[in-house]
């Protein structure tokens, strides 16, 4: 190597373990003893299950990790779902069917996109509360549908394919729908993938809008149900514990990440989204 | 029939998406707007009053107090993370060996939840025993307790939101980094240019319109800042971390002054939409 990329090397590398360290740190003292906490020391000196078996039993504190986990799963999957039968139909009559209004709705959709989660929360909140789903999982759950980014990924995949691909399928005496369903859907299979990725990261890590429309255990999903673990007072003697819980609500991200770590970096790329 | 079948296919793909769109998405910001100008109660509306949340708002030292929390984090935050961004994309872009480890390193924040992340610098925060305190005290230094003094909280907070961040950032420059042509490079190093020249005139200026995606996008979600505050410091201490949306939250859902709140998140959106326009149009004549 040459100079350049040996310091190159070496900045990275510092750069790295810095950036590894609040969740080196985390995994490592969620297998201490609670005691260990007021020890001092960068590494444990002495281990146990024990959080993880209080984490996965324990409901003294008023939320359960496992009932979080349960909910975040149901969540994850109606909004996943969800999301891809209502943007894969959408996407393709916005990109190459013609309705009236299609280019109105879609500018209207996109300036929403622009909005800040934050402008609407107090008026989605009342409308939930006079739906009566405030504490529900589909009060949770339905706010995420219109998310856009499904759709703009999609759209954009469907307008590129070409006319010609179409035109042979009509011959062949295809109808709209069936060339739709038989030519279109399997070949946008990346972009669905990357669409289902990013929905069920986003599904499982979003805070705001659960820990608004939620305030009991049946419907927490586990942000929440962390958030409210570290606010309980008399769990500062049980630090450990809440690492422990905050590490096994992050194993199913952490498995997603290693397994679809390219469809969650090509639904971030400025091409095929976010603006 | 054929034809008209054809006719009506495009609305009942699009339907379904359209109409939770206009329930869910479309009919909540207007009405974000409408709550914003009534006094509304946990039980609904009590009296139209026009402008009178707003003006109460800009009478209110802790509505002032929060606008320049929100502007010092922001003032904070976005330097940090464009320059943080900007160098690790550099170096991560070309190979190396153990390269996968290092993106891996900065990538692995892109799916950890804010909560967890706000777990894990508290943990590393903590006063005395934390991981921070102990190196400083490594080096004979006193310990900061970071979290309990008004300076330092909203600074760490920044560290939190930078950690969660960077990943999502450099995931876009390196796309953009990507955009380049090596042969600009090779050319440099054919006249016998530094890195840290090329770095000035080469890399700066073709990613221009991707630093201002990061920048603009960093600004916005400096703005809406919350999980981080909401639970490593609550707005404390003394309202040191107590930005507009934690205002929003308290007013909402601690004094259910449901049309104050809202009126905060139009300001809130007010004052990003103008953000965003502003540096759209200060970078487009610039480059």
């Given amino acids: 190597m040459r100079r350049a990329q040996i310091i190159r090397w070496f900045v990275l590398l510092v750069l790295a373990l810095l950036w590894f360290t609040p969740l080196a740190s985390l995994v490592l003292y969620s297998f201490a003893p609670p005691a260990e906490v007021l020890k001092g020391g960068f590494v444990p000196t ?44 959408a996407a393709y009559a916005f990109a190459r069917m013609r309705f009236i209004g299609r280019d109105v709705i879609f500018i209207l959709v996109l300036a929403t996109m622009m909005m800040p989660g934050v402008l609407d929360i107090i008026s989605l909140y009342d409308l939930m509360a006079n739906l009566g789903l405030i504490n529900t999982l589909a009060g949770v759950i339905l706010p995420g549908l219109p998310r856009v980014i499904g759709i703009f990924i999609l759209r954009q995949f469907f307008l590129e394919i070409p006319r010609e691909m179409e035109e042979a399928a009509r011959m062949d005496g295809a109808t709209d729908f069936q060339i739709f369903t038989r030519i279109m859907v399997p070949l946008a299979w990346p972009s669905i993938m990357t669409v289902a990725v990013i929905t069920a990261l986003y599904s499982w890590n979003n805070f705001l809008w659960p820990l608004i429309v939620t305030n009991s255990p049946e419907a927490m999903p586990v942000p929440v149900v962390i958030a409210y673990l570290s606010a309980d007072t008399t769990a500062v003697l049980n630090y450990t514990v809440i690492l422990a819980a905050a590490f096994v609500t992050s194993l ?24 | 029939m054929a034809r008209q079948r054809a006719k009506v296919l495009p609305y009942l793909m699009a339907g379904p998406y359209i109409l939770m769109f206009a329930i869910f998405a479309a009919y909540p910001v207007g009405r974000a707007i409408y709550m914003s100008l009534f006094d509304w109660g946990i039980f609904g509306p009590n009296a139209f009053v026009g402008v009178a949340n707003y003006l109460s ?20 935050y976005v330097p940090m993370i464009v320059v943080a961004s900007l160098l690790i994309a550099v170096l991560l872009h070309r190979r190396l060996p153990g390269i996968t480890i290092f993106r891996t390193a900065f990538f692995i924040p892109i799916v950890i939840n804010v909560a967890v992340a706000a777990i894990a610098f508290n943990w590393l925060l903590a006063p005395d025993v934390g991981f921070v305190d102990q190196v400083l005290r490594f080096f004979g230094l006193p310990g900061q307790r970071m979290l309990s003094q008004p300076g330092w909280a909203l600074f760490a907070i920044a560290i939190v939101a930078l950690w969660t961040q960077t990943g999502f950032m450099v995931v876009i420059l390196l796309a953009g980094l990507e955009n380049i042509p090596d042969d600009l490079y090779e050319a440099a190093r054919l006249d016998g240019t530094r890195p840290f020249y090329d770095l000035i005139y080469i890399t700066i200026p073709l990613l221009r319109p991707i630093l201002l995606i990061v920048m603009v996008l960093s600004i916005v979600h400096a703005f809406q ?56 149009r200060f970078f487009r004549r610039q480059v």
Avoid: H
């Avoid at chain 1, 397994?259 to 790329?269: D, E, F, T």
């Avoid at chain 2, 030292?61 to 320049?68: C, I, K, M, P």
């Fill in chain 1, 46 to 89: 002495q281990w146990t299950l024990q959080n993880y078996w209080t984490v996965l039993t324990d409901t003294t504190r008023g939320v359960s990790v496992p009932q979080g986990l349960a909910n975040s799963t149901i969540i994850m999957v109606c909004q996943v779902v969800g999301i891809l039968l209502l943007d894969i139909p």
């Fill in chain 2, 57 to 76: 708002l800009f009478g209110d030292r802790r509505f002032w107090s929060s606008v320049g929390v929100t502007t010092a984090f922001a003032a904070i």
């Fill in chain 2, 225 to 280: 800042i919350f999980g981080e505050v909401f639970i490593i410091t609550q707005g404390g201490p003394y309202g040191s971390t107590t930005v507009m949306t934690m205002l929003l939250y308290e007013e909402g859902f601690e004094r259910f002054a449901l049309g104050r709140a809202a009126a905060i998140g139009v300001v809130i959106t007010i004052i990003i939409a103008s953000l965003s326009f502003i540096q759209f």
């Fill in chain 1, 252 to 275: 199913p991200m952490i498995l997603l990440f290693m397994l679809g770590q390219r469809w969650i970096v090509s639904g971030m790329r400025p091409s095929s989204g976010i603006k």
